[in-house]
């Protein structure tokens, strides 16, 4: 492993008597991509929502670079907000802000919390728009947009704030299956170009194909984390097997089996990120330099 | 009807728009604007975390809401001066309609924050903003759009509240109406005058009340 740009150490969360969080640790290298998965239900969005205190842990530390935030200690409001400032998030369900067009919602942070001259964030706006493939979009409201393209929206604003880490949660399970693809290619790109990330994700392909380092967490702890290819294709733990089964063969799972199985659709075999025919201009690569 | 009378709304007609135009329009104007203003601080403190702010607001809207608005203004006008403060008419007008607007108007708008999903209150946290940018960046446009059909009526009200004045020496158009009828002993058309002189006003407001929800719902897809 590299720097650590990332130190979780024994973070606790319990919501009312609901132990969600239970002693959690976890670091996650300078450059690298780390996937979060586990059952619905184990604590992955709760986790990841720790790291900038969207949810803030009743104990436990969280390290991003230079600043540490120790939550047992109750932290100020200042010190949240700068931990704050180390990360950018993706939502599931995007949360861009309706009454803005996309570059506005783009320009936002950068104009009204970093005070950036109004023309250097249009311009780095609209250089992100190209990186994510929606320059076009640039003046419409996020109402007009498809699932995956407000998708990308909510990468680039969250890029546009210059973070040393990017959040990503469950970034592709609302969207239709055919813009799946195209967001997973911005995430890889960016992967590539060494930004540092932290997924959750169900998408196992694309975690094989993206993630440098695995976490498994099961009922509020990690189980087993590792390598992708240890994690996912040679688990240790009888409940990351059991889990994997579940997750890339749900029908097998449940005995289902023979010509009553359905075949495995095409977008969930994520030939798309190998497809040379995508639809997603692939020398775009998202550059960490200069934005 | 007679021509003598008919003769006296012809007449009536022009001094009562006027008193209308320079004087309901205006006191209504200003008394929302300070009410609004009162509203957003009412709806903010309800909503905040801190007691004394939360007690506060609730009070107010509470005592606002539960007494008339006539009462409100006698005592404001004819009560303060016997205690030792003594405001104006018209100033004394300005302050109890807006303070009762403002009562009315900050349920709505804490109603209208409330609607706006916590995503969005997320999403400004994640690129660095605090709580009082947020609410005016992100949450209160949002939550103007669904604000406006509440606060459209009690704007409208308030139009027609503002004839209450007329019992604390305010010379706003109904006191006019009172004025031009008791001489001439028309009390019914001169007060069915103005009464649609009210109205006309309400309408061009509710016209404008829809064209202005257009605008606010432009970003909005079906
Ligand atoms: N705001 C909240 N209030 C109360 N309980 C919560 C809250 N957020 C999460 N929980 C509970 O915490 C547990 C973990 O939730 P979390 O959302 O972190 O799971 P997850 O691993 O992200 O699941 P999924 O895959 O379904 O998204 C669940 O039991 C959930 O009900
Ligand atoms: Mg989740």
């Known amino acids: 492993m590299g720097e650590i740009l990332v130190t979780v150490d024994n973070l606790h969360k319990s919501f009312g008597q609901n132990k969600v969080l239970k002693g959690v640790d976890l670091k996650v290298a300078q450059g690298s ?32 670079g230079s600043v540490t935030v120790d939550f047992g200690k109750n932290p100020s409001k200042s010190e949240i907000r700068e931990l704050r400032a180390q990360s950018g998030m993706v939502f ?89 693809g195209d967001v997973l290619v911005v995430i890889r790109d960016l992967a590539k170009a060494g930004w540092t990330m932290v997924i959750v994700t169900h998408e196992i392909r694309f975690a094989e194909q993206v993630a440098d380092h695995v976490a498994f967490l099961d009922s509020g702890v990690i189980v087993e984390e ?42 969930a075999k994520f030939d798309h990120l190998s497809d040379p025919q995508t639809p997603y201009p692939r020398e775009t690569v998202i550059s960490g330099e200069g934005i | 009807m007679d021509d003598r009378t008919w003769d006296l709304i ?12 320079s004087w309901t329009i205006p006191l209504t104007l200003a008394s929302f604007a300070v009410g609004l203003v009162l ?3 009412a709806a903010v403190g309800k909503l905040s975390h801190v007691k004394v702010f939360q007690l506060a607001a609730s009070g107010y809207i509470a005592i606002f809401r539960g007494t008339p608005l006539l009462v409100q203004l006698f005592i404001i006008f004819y009560g303060f001066p016997t205690i030792g403060l003594k405001i104006d008419a018209i100033p004394s007008a300005i302050l109890g309609f807006s303070l009762n607007v403002g009562a009315y108007a900050a349920e709505s708008i804490r109603a ?20 009082p940018l947020a609410l005016r960046r992100v949450v ?32 706003e158009m109904f006191r006019k109406a009172q004025e031009i009828a008791a001489p001439a ?22 016209f404008g009340q829809g064209k202005l929800e257009r605008h606010l719902n432009r970003y909005i897809t079906a």
């Open chain 2, 112 to 131: 209208s924050i409330l609607a706006v999903p916590t995503g969005q209150l997320e999403a400004a946290a994640t690129i660095g903003m605090d709580y």
């Open chain 2, 140 to 171: 209160l446009p949002q939550a103007l759009r669904i604000a406006v059909p509440p606060l459209s009526n009690t704007f409208i009200s308030l139009v027609k509240d503002t004839s209450l004045a007329s019992g604390i020496m305010v010379a």
């Open chain 1, 92 to 180: 599931q369900a995007h949360h861009l802000f309706p009454h803005r067009t996309v570059i506005e919602n783009i320009v936002e942070g950068p104009l009204y919390v970093q005070k950036e001259p109004q023309a250097q964030a249009r311009e780095r706006a609209l250089k992100l728009l190209e990186q994510v493939g929606l320059v076009d979009k640039a003046d419409d409201y996020p109402s007009s947009l498809s699932g995956g393209q407000q998708q990308r929206v909510g990468i680039a604003r969250a890029l546009a704030m210059r973070p040393k880490l990017m959040l990503f949660d469950e970034p592709t399970s609302a969207l239709d299956p055919e813009t799946v």
């Open chain 1, 33 to 64: 991509v780390t996937v979060l998965i586990g059952p619905s239900g184990s604590g992955k969005t709760t986790l990841l929502r720790s790291l900038n205190s969207l949810t803030r842990p009743e104990a436990g530390i969280v390290g991003i």
């Open chain 1, 226 to 267: 590792g390598s992708p290819k240890q994690v996912l294709t040679d688990p240790r733990e009888p409940r990351t097997r059991e889990f994997l089964r579940r997750v890339l063969d749900p029908l097998a799972a449940e005995g289902v089996q023979g010509d009553q199985r359905l075949d495995v659709p095409t977008w």
């Open chain 2, 185 to 206: 002993y028309a009390f019914f058309w001169i007060y069915v005058e103005v009464a649609l002189i009210y109205l006309l006003f309400c309408s061009v407001l509710t």
């Open chain 2, 39 to 41: 509203a957003l601080l």
């Open chain 2, 10 to 21: 012809v007449k009536a007609f022009w001094p009562l728009f006027v008193q209308g135009v």
